[in-house]
């Protein structure tokens, strides 16, 4: 088994292409106006509207904006500097600035526009960084 992907269902899919994009700078692929895909090395963020739900049993199986359990996280090279560089995206969406956890990673946590807790995290020690360059 692999992992593969993870999916975020919203009302609106282009408010959070536009913003993954502009955090990530990762083009992301629209294969409809209902659903796109930001691919990484390690996997992929899948973007599905609320019209998707219907291919899985209906509106009841998935409520938009309404996360509140997962945290969606991306290595990056030095979490200072993005932190830097996203300024104003940050704006009313920072949870915290750069902090070093205790299990050796700097992170930087802000939410996406439907709320969704985004991890944008560095390996600073070397029990992180050797598990990360595996």
């Known amino acids: 088994m692999n992992f593969v992907s993870t999916r ?3 009302a609106d899919v282009k408010r959070l292409v536009a913003f993954y994009e502009a955090a990530t700078g990762i ?3 629209l294969y409809t106006e209902d659903f796109a895909e930001l691919v990484t090395e ?3 963020l899948a973007i599905g509207s609320t019209r998707t739900l219907q291919l899985f049993g209906g509106d009841h199986v ?3 904006a309404a996360n509140r359990t997962a945290i969606i996280e991306f290595r990056v090279a030095d979490v200072d500097a993005e932190y ?5 995206i940050l704006d009313g ?3 915290q600035a750069p902090t070093t956890m205790p299990w050796g990673n ?3 946590l802000f939410r996406d526009p439907d709320g969704n807790l985004v991890n944008f995290f560095t390996p600073v020690t070397a029990e992180a960084i050797a598990k990360f360059d595996r």
Do not use: Y
């Open 93 to 95: 969406a920072l949870v």
């Open 8 to 10: 975020i269902i919203t």
């Open 27 to 29: 083009k992301l692929t």
């Open 42 to 44: 390690a996997g992929t």
């Open 84 to 88: 830097r560089r996203l300024g104003e």
């Open 62 to 64: 998935a409520s938009p």
């Open 106 to 108: 700097r992170s930087l």
